[in-house]
């Protein structure tokens, strides 16, 4: 069974930090391009960050970049998005997906359930 399980949201000041995972069972980890995205209140939701299947190579929304860092530890499939200097706006419900990327997962998807980041003071 396929699971996509993010963990790691809560309330944090503007300023400060937080670092969001998504664990991922049920498929092969290594074989998949792995992204984050957001969906705010009356929003669509938007990609974030994403990272090749070997972690080689990274992508951010210009709203984002050197603020968020997105990294996957395959031994432990396991996707990360460390968020520093967070903003209000960036309060949504942060989710990850998966996207085949080798031959035997081209085609496949999947999203996880979300995890809300609220950022206030």
């Known amino acids: 069974q396929v699971q996509l399980v993010e963990s790691g949201g809560g309330l944090v000041q503007p300023g400060g930090s937080l670092r969001i995972s998504c664990a991922a069972s049920g498929f092969t980890f290594s074989m998949y391009t792995m992204s984050w995205y957001r969906q705010a209140p009356g929003k669509e939701r938007e990609l974030v960050a994403a990272?090749?299947?070997?972690?080689?190579?990274?992508n951010y929304a210009d709203s984002v970049k050197g603020r968020f860092t997105v990294s996957k530890d395959n031994a432990k499939n396991t996707l990360y998005l460390q968020m520093n200097n967070l903003k209000p706006e960036d309060t949504a419900v942060y989710y990850c997906k998966a996207v085949g990327a080798r031959p035997g997962s081209f085609g496949r998807n999947y999203w996880g359930q979300g995890t809300q980041v609220t950022v206030s003071s």
């Open positions: 990272i090749t299947a070997v972690g080689s190579i990274t």
